[in-house]
């Protein structure tokens, strides 16, 4: 199974393909998408384009997003709230499953802690994905959601050969 993070922004949109076989988990790919300028349709559409171009490359079989949180700048959030909407649209066109997570959620799933740092989701990740090449802190967290998704597909699949 390969499995796409993505993890939502609209001027960097971080995302990241695993393999899990089983316990094991390969890197494929990670990268950030940029979209620069004031224009938010045209940026819109780089991100949907960017992400459409690296799901027919890497030929994910499931994807996942983080959920993003409200702060307190509405318009900020507003526009955040459009690239999570790109990032959902993508792989759902793509006839991909789509886990979302918060970010609590990812981070204890990779690191063990709901309140970890970002050096420390990158160290784990790092652990995770011997000699991965990280692409930036997006890419990082991209890649966390990716293996937040794969052991929670694991989970379920353990549970439906028990049940």
């Known amino acids: 199974m390969r499995v796409l993070g993505i993890d939502p922004g609209l001027r960097n949109m971080g995302w990241g393909v695993i393999e899990v076989d089983g316990p094991r988990l390969r890197h494929i790919a990670n990268g950030i998408i940029h979209s620069e300028g004031s224009d938010l349709p045209a940026r819109l559409s780089i991100l949907f384009r960017g992400l459409a171009a690296i799901i027919a490359s890497h030929a994910p079989t499931a994807a996942a997003v983080e959920q ?22 993508a792989p759902a066109e793509a006839g991909l ?14 690191v063990g802690v709901g309140h ?13 994905l011997p000699g991965v090449a990280i692409a930036g802190s997006d890419a ?15 989970g379920r699949r353990a549970i439906r050969v028990v049940a």
């Open 68 to 89: 993003t949180f409200v702060n307190k700048d509405a318009v900020a959030t507003l526009k955040l709230g459009q690239a999570r909407g790109i990032a959902l649209l």
């Open 97 to 110: 499953t789509v886990g979302e997570y918060a970010p609590n959620a990812v981070k204890k799933a990779v």
């Open 116 to 128: 970890a740092a970002k050096q420390q989701v990158e160290h784990m990740v790092r652990m995770q």
């Open 140 to 154: 990082a967290d991209a890649l966390a959601i990716a293996i937040c998704h794969a052991h929670h597909l694991q």
